[in-house]
């Protein structure tokens, strides 16, 4: 292979190859060239390709970047995100790489990207996005614990509008779409109680002490809430003592993953958490209309379907539904998405911090 005479579109094509040795030797190149005054266009370059095309490839050496790299890869993400056309691949990508746990994730707290994410999940209005940046928010907090005292009342904030949203349904999104955010809130709302318990239930206290949100408490919280025990730190620890740095320079990540796991009075939510419930990586749960024919095709490519869902009856009051369900591909009938193309709901975050699972 003439390594002088390749372009990166070269490069990046050859990476879907199916020659395991020539694949290899492809991504020892790319890897190469990203030690060299060119690695930051290179990243740039893939960021791109798999924005465009959702490899695996790409998700595999982007996942795998290392310092001063990442912070190439920090901003580019930014970048992305600040887009609203290609948002949901750069969450996708974003929950990749969080999930592979690089030793320098940690600086995510200190870059405009988190700042991005928060400000996605307070505004966005694409119920896709919204359950796509919930699950990656919900992977990354047990990451950047010390993040808290800044973006606390930010993650409360988020959790108190998604978890309107399935009973007011702003969006008149198909009850599909609601039933994965309620998983997604769900989640959301067991993280935060197990990492910020005093916190969290002032802020409880707070918001759904006004009339105006005690319809919200009673239908979408309240079930919430009779799913967990009563956190020991309600009793022994104080507002203070949650957002010390001290207190989470003894845990690692699984750690403060299994420490929500046990005030969870939901088995399939705590064998999630605990690592005993797994999905393979590459699971992609998608929600498509029934086909109406033979020829027409069940999936619409990621980067292309960007469409608000049509409306439909919101989901009816029911108990909380937990991440560790396995979401099958959900088939709905023609008439149910009628003017919008078929959305893929990226679920890949889903039990993906098990401790006990390979990464």
Same mark, same amino acid.
């Given at each position: ?7 990166? *579109? ?17 991504? *020892? ?103 796509? !940046? ?25 959790? !108190? $509008?998604?978890? =309107? ?5 702003? !969006? ?21 109680? *197990? ?33 967990? $025990? ?6 022994? *620890? ?58 027409? =095709? ?6 292309? #379907? ?10 009816? #009051? =029911? ?20 003017? =919008? ?19």
């Amino acid at each position: 292979m003439a390594r002088e005479q390749l372009n990166m *579109g070269d490069l990046f094509l050859l990476l879907e190859t199916s020659d395991l040795h020539q694949l290899e030797e492809i991504r *020892g190149l790319i890897n190469e060239q990203l030690s060299t005054e060119r690695g930051s266009m290179l990243l740039n370059g893939l960021v791109g390709y798999f924005l465009e095309t959702n490899s695996a490839q790409a998700v595999h050496i982007l996942s795998s970047v290392r310092e001063p790299h990442d912070k190439h890869l920090l901003d580019k993400m930014n970048e992305c995100m600040t887009k609203q056309v290609c948002r949901l691949p750069a969450l996708t990508l974003l929950g990749h790489v969080i999930r592979k746990q690089p030793s320098w994730i940690h600086k995510i707290a200190r870059y405009p990207l988190l700042l991005s994410l928060l400000k996605c999940l307070k505004t966005d209005t694409d119920v896709v996005v919204l359950i796509t !940046g919930v699950l990656v928010l919900i992977t990354l907090l047990p990451m950047i614990p010390q993040a808290g005292k800044q973006h606390l009342w930010e993650y409360f904030d988020i959790f !108190g $509008r998604l978890a =309107s949203w399935n009973l007011k349904n702003p !969006g008149h999104v198909s009850e599909v779409y609601l039933i994965h955010l309620h998983a997604s809130v769900y989640s959301l709302f067991h993280r935060l109680y *197990g990492m910020y318990p005093c916190n969290f239930v002032s802020y409880l206290r707070s918001h759904y002490g006004m009339k105006e949100n005690m319809e919200t408490f009673e239908e979408v919280v309240k079930p919430m809430l009779e799913h967990v $025990r009563i956190h020991p730190e309600l009793v022994t *620890g104080t507002k203070e003592h949650e957002l010390d740095p001290t207190r989470w320079k003894k845990y690692e990540i699984h750690d403060i993953v299994i420490e929500c796991a046990k005030v969870s009075l939901d088995p399939k939510e705590a064998s999630c958490e605990e690592g005993y419930a797994t999905m393979p990586e590459n699971f992609y749960p998608q929600i498509h209309p029934r086909p109406q024919d033979s020829t027409s =095709s069940p999936y619409t490519d990621l980067h292309s #379907s960007y469409g608000t869902p049509a409306s439909s009856t919101p989901a009816t #009051s =029911s108990p909380p539904p937990t991440l560790s369900d396995d979401f099958p591909i959900i088939s709905l009938p023609a008439n149910t998405v009628q003017s =919008s193309p078929p959305r893929k709901v990226c679920t890949l975050l889903y039990c993906e911090m098990c401790p006990q699972q390979s990464l």
